[in-house]
């Protein structure tokens, strides 16, 4: 369905940062681009920690972000609100884009319809419903890719490289893995020398108990466990003889990262450390915490980040109708 408005006519484009992932505001700029050839207003409405981990895609879509600071929940959406129809009245725009999944715009929508706008919604597929969709003349639904339009324009390297090399350095990850799971040979058995002689054997009475073991040959080390600090009497007065210590066990190999299999592992300072956003009390949008927290390997590739969170909801608070996440101990600093 074409959205093309008359020759001449200005387009605006009004994103709601905190809602939508970085590709879908790519995504949305394109498309516009395609669809009119031009686009005079584009802004973006977020947070101060959305602004900054976001720069570099503003710089590159030519959009103007324009910092909220959060007094309540609902504060940037009013804030874009209120521009749109300062926008309205001042540029006379012929077709407004909303880029947000939000049905708290449907009011805004309304409004600019009367005021002669032909109003379009762009959204992220997945998080907006049906009642959403029917306020606006036109919605358009975009797959989030899941971070690929926040790098910088131009193929990556990973891209760069022919396939055998992709398939090679596909193969070396895994086995990377394991071997920094594995504990070093100095970890498994750290030897204690053990004394130069053993204890001297006490003869056994008439019910003999098993014999000492013989004195370790020198230069040989042994790691003694604390069973052989346990002594027992022989029935001679003064004299005890030692048990002999059980052969020392490897530690425990190093506790492997966190996974789908293993994500009640992951603490609150992990979290924070993959996403220092949320250190602020700010509430991020679940699929960027999700793309932190995979890229810091501390979330599997494959695990649901809904069920990490649900296993720590002393610390994490999940906010739905959209996704967002937001650390509670931000309240107590």
Same mark, same amino acid.
């Given at each position: ?89 001042? !540029? ?21 319809? !009367? *005021? ?7 959204g992220q597929q997945g998080k907006t419903g049906d009642e959403t969709r029917a306020a606006y003349d036109h919605f358009i639904d975009l797959v989030h890719k899941g971070g690929e339009a926040a790098a910088a324009p131009g193929p990556s390297a ?19 893995? *394991? ?40 230069? *040989? *080390? ?64 679940l699929n960027d915490v999700a793309q932190a927290l995979r890229a810091a390997r501390v979330l599997g590739k494959n695990a649901s980040s809904i069920k990490l969170f649900d296993k720590l909801p002393a610390d994490f608070q999940v906010l739905h ?13």
């Amino acid at each position: 369905m074409s959205t093309s408005p008359l020759h001449g006519g200005k387009v605006m484009l009004l994103v709601d940062a905190d809602n939508v992932s970085a590709d879908v505001m790519e995504q949305a700029v394109r498309r516009v681009l395609a669809e009119h050839g031009h686009l005079h207003v584009r802004r973006a409405y977020c947070t101060p920690e959305v602004a900054l981990r976001h720069q570099g895609l503003f710089k590159r879509l030519g959009m103007r972000p324009l910092v909220n600071l959060a007094a309540g929940k609902n504060s940037t959406d009013i804030a874009l609100a209120v521009d749109a129809l300062d926008l309205a009245i001042a !540029e006379r725009p012929q077709v407004v884009y909303l880029v947000s999944s939000d049905s708290d715009f449907a009011p805004l929508v309304l409004r600019l319809r !009367e *005021k002669g706008c032909r109003v379009c919604g762009i959204g992220q597929q997945g998080k907006t419903g049906d009642e959403t969709r029917a306020a606006y003349d036109h919605f358009i639904d975009l797959v989030h890719k899941g971070g690929e339009a926040a790098a910088a324009p131009g193929p990556s390297a990973t891209q760069a490289r022919p396939p055998a090399a992709r398939k090679a350095a596909a193969k070396k990850v895994p086995a990377a893995r *394991k071997a920094a799971r594995r504990p070093t040979a100095a970890a498994v058995a750290e030897p204690v020398p053990a004394p130069a002689t053993a204890p001297v054997p006490v003869p056994a009475p008439a019910t003999a108990l098993p014999p000492a073991p013989a004195a370790a040959p020198v230069g *040989k *080390k042994a790691k003694p466990s604390p069973a052989a600090k346990k002594t027992r009497s022989t029935g001679t007065r003064g004299e005890r003889t030692v048990d002999a210590a059980p052969p020392a066990e490897p530690p425990d190999v190093a506790r492997k990262p966190a996974s789908g299999r293993q994500e009640a592992l992951v603490d609150a300072d992990a979290i924070l450390s993959a996403v220092p956003a949320l250190r602020g009390g700010a509430e991020v949008a679940l699929n960027d915490v999700a793309q932190a927290l995979r890229a810091a390997r501390v979330l599997g590739k494959n695990a649901s980040s809904i069920k990490l969170f649900d296993k720590l909801p002393a610390d994490f608070q999940v906010l739905h109708q959209p996704d967002r996440i937001r650390w509670k101990g931000a309240a107590g600093r």
